[in-house]
């Protein structure tokens, strides 16, 4: 998870925020082993094969277990982490 958190960082941030958030006290090791580079050739064929599969996928409220509570934040998430995807 922590290579996975590093990896996603480069969209987000600085390899030295990275490095806070890993808690590393040498930028060597957060640049070296936790961050890996993607090409945009990869990454644009991996979102395009998960647009493939998914199509018109949407998920229900339901499956997450928000009955009855607030959803006024629960689109902000679909953007951010689904739709980003697609």
Known sequence: MRRTLGTDMQQHGTLKDTQGMLRHASIKTTGDVYVQTIEQSVLA???SRTSAVLGDWK????SLGLKGRNLKGLNAIRRSRFLRWL
């Open 45 to 47: 064929a991996v979102n």
């Open 59 to 62: 998920m229900s409220d339901k």
